[in-house]
């Protein structure tokens, strides 16, 4: 690792986004996305699945109100295991005091508040700013004296608090309000929810680690590990970051703390000992062994990111090589072209190599999220253009179509080829809503969104020292200080429709500084030019070095051509067919434009120059369809099996929208992989 290559994130108000595509992904976020998650987090909005999230804050702040008052008198509730039965949804059948919805609710507020942190920092609203402010205020008063903030186990019985840590998210919640606490933090200097963190976080650490006394466990679902790292990062304390550490060294280590764990909750419930599937944990063996991208994605990529947090702030060689290694285990063999991970509804996981069916796939909205948060923090460490692609296919892609264009609906499972009817009458597919819903029991997904969308910033730019790195072509302004001076770059750009960019430089005074620049993979011959300036090139970034004043400029032309694509013969369902990017986003075929049956359809003409590029107003904001020659198989009477024969064609136009924007216009058909 060459850490004078090491970048950060710059601070919230040091990057504005101004640009069409992102500003206005970031108003929805704002005025619709924020108001409504706010009303799902007090179940407030009909025929919507109930969060239950603000109400067992509630439940939680009363129940410690109520120990105040009595003192020694309190009798705390003692814990019963009451199973997943199916919970009334109706708000007349609830009972008091009782924790309702899943053990990880807690995280649904948490990261709908560091998405409202994220919105405040581009775009004061004191309103806003007040109903979060009430809400943390809940969640504050929720809190144990010794700082544990869990309410599964602080409404159902601390007693027993810490015993399935495999299954029972208690750090999963605790990552998720920390990276909450930092945002909203950092974005409004309000520290109450931060101060809270950190005295989870000493709790946590009063009862991890290494030391005589101390549990030896880890997340059974990943994420306190960057939490933790971040936590440390904004508050300068050293112990969060060697509790990330021990989280990750800890992991996989024998004897497995998972398998003694369950043998103990056996022994206690008086029932046989069930077999732990440690692989589906990333648990198996130590992550430094850990080859292949395995198990729940959303763990992997959590912990993978976390990882990666851990080797850069610790100078880990060993660990920064197995991120590589499961990095290229996931970009080499698990990758939809739609920039989804995790096939398989089955453990919502990672499947094997080149395992990636269309019409089954799982692709969750938070995996790709994941995958986003680990791409940055591998350029963190290394500046290679390679991860970049990968952040911004997933970004572009599978993060934006989690999400309706009204920011009202949702999807949790990205799929590449729907047949509506399939989703309704095959139980096989019953995972895969041909439309997105307006909330889930299990909410994982639509307040990810919105976190990440509304912290596209920090993924655009991060900065060392002495260069500030541009991965992503935003538009907007960043403004980052060199040796004492501000310099502010202001970008010009029409991504993700328009491989041109333009960059303003403005300093009140000389500034010696280098500048790096992404050399995207979809551009061909890409250049980028600052005036007589030489630049060299690595990884796949363009780098200059020297002085800038007002008004120099950089100018990117980056070519964007259509391109067509076949998978790796691996991928079995993939054989013969084609799939079309342009720039960042993958393309679609909707039943909308091509009419139903979709199967019938194959791609003729396989040169892209041939494919027509058209601007479109179809979804509301512009975007750019793709026009391809094809044929479709016109059906002849006959038997359901029949001679084999050329089937009858008939040419066609085959339209293709942008995936991100797919099932906007009604239910309906969509592929992205077409006969060719
Ligand atoms: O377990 C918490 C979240 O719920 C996971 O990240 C998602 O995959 C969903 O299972
Ligand atoms: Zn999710």
């Known amino acids: 690792m060459d850490s004078t290559r090491f970048s950060a994130p710059l601070p919230f108000d040091s990057v504005a986004i101004t640009d069409g595509f992102w500003q206005r992904t970031m108003e929805l976020v704002r005025k619709e996305v924020i108001p409504y998650q706010w009303e799902t987090l007090n179940d407030r909005v009909p025929d919507a699945a109930p969060s239950y999230s603000m109400r067992n804050f509630r439940t939680a702040a009363k129940m410690q109100a109520e ?23 109706d708000a007349e059948h609830l009972e008091e005091d009782r924790f309702y919805g899943f053990v990880f609710q807690d995280s649904d507020f948490s990261k709908w508040i560091e998405a409202v942190g994220y919105s405040l920092s581009q775009h004061p609203d004191p309103e806003l700013e007040k109903l979060a402010d009430g809400a943390i205020d809940i969640v504050c008063a929720a809190q144990n004296e010794d700082g544990y903030l869990d309410t599964y186990y602080l409404i159902n019985g601390m007693d027993a608090a810490w015993t399935n840590m495999r299954d029972h998210h208690e750090l999963y919640c605790f990552g998720h309000l920390t990276e909450a606490a930092v945002a909203y933090y950092q974005a409004t200097g309000k520290d109450r929810l931060l101060q809270a963190a950190c005295r989870f976080a000493d709790y946590v650490d009063a009862h991890f680690g290494p030391e005589d006394g101390k549990r030896k466990g880890y997340p059974g679902h990943e994420v306190a590990e960057m939490a933790l790292v971040r936590l440390s990062e904004v508050t300068g304390e050293e112990r969060y970051l060697r509790l990330a550490a021990y989280f990750v060294n800890q992991r996989g280590q024998e004897p497995s703390y998972f398998v003694q764990e369950e043998a103990e909750r056996a022994a206690r419930e008086g029932r046989p000992v069930r077999p732990v599937d440690l692989y589906y944990y990333q648990a198996e063996k130590p992550v430094r062994q850990q080859e292949e991208a395995h198990g729940h994605a959303v763990r992997a990529v959590y912990l993978y990111s976390g990882m990666a947090d851990v080797a850069r702030k610790t100078g880990d060689e060993s660990l920064f090589e197995a991120c590589k290694r499961l990095w290229n285990s996931i970009v080499n063999e698990k990758l939809y072209i739609t920039g989804g991970i995790g096939a398989t509804r089955e453990g919502e996981a990672f499947s094997f190599p080149f395992d990636l069916p269309n019409d089954s796939a799982y692709s969750e909205t938070c995996a790709a999220i994941g995958l986003v948060f680990f791409a940055r923090r591998m350029l963190q460490i290394s500046p290679d253009s ?16 989690g999400m309706a264009l009204d920011g009202k609906s949702f999807f949790y499972v990205n799929p590449l080829s729907v047949q509506p ?65 501000a310099l502010t770059m202001e970008m010009r750009s029409n991504l993700p429709w328009d491989g041109r960019a333009q960059a303003i430089i403005h300093a009140e005074a000389p ?22 300036r030489q630049p060299f090139v690595e990884n796949g970034y363009v780098y200059f070095t020297g002085e800038w004043r007002e008004g120099d400029e950089i100018t990117f032309e980056m070519p964007m051509p259509v391109r067509i694509w076949n998978a790796d013969p691996r991928v079995r369902e993939n054989l013969d067919r084609v799939a079309f990017t342009r720039g960042p986003i993958t393309f679609c075929a909707e039943e909308a434009d091509n009419g139903s049956d979709l ?14 590029v058209e601007r479109d107003g179809t979804f509301g904001h512009p975007t750019v369809r793709l026009i391809a020659q094809g044929k479709r198989t016109v059906p002849q009477p006959g038997g359901l099996y029949r ?30 992989w077409l006969r060719s």
């Open 386 to 401: 390679r991860y970049a692609d990968v952040m911004e296919q997933a970004l572009y892609n599978t993060v934006l179509s």
């Open 511 to 532: 500034v010696q500084a280098t500048l790096a620049f992404r050399l995207p993979g979809w551009s061909d011959n890409p250049t980028v030019s600052a005036g007589s």
């Open 421 to 485: 009817v399939a989703c309704r009458r095959d139980q096989r597919l019953s995972h895969v809503k041909p439309v997105r819903q307006k909330w889930f029991g299990c909410a994982c997904c639509p307040p990810n969104i919105a976190r990440l969308a509304s912290s596209v910033a920090q993924y655009a730019y991060t900065a060392g020292e002495d260069t500030l790195f541009t991965h992503l072509y935003v538009g907007g302004s960043v403004t980052k200080m060199f040796h004492g001076t």
């Open 643 to 672: 001679a084999a024969a050329r089937p009858a064609e008939e040419d066609v136009q085959i339209a293709l929208v942008p995936y991100y924007a797919w099932a906007n216009r009604g239910e309906g058909e969509m592929t992205v």
């Open 67 to 89: 120990k105040a008052r009595k003192g020694a008198a309190y009798v705390p509730p003692s814990y019963t295991w009451r199973g997943f039965e199916a919970l009334p949804e």
């Open 599 to 612: 199967h019938l359809l194959r791609v003729d003409d396989l040169d892209p120059a041939h494919v027509r």
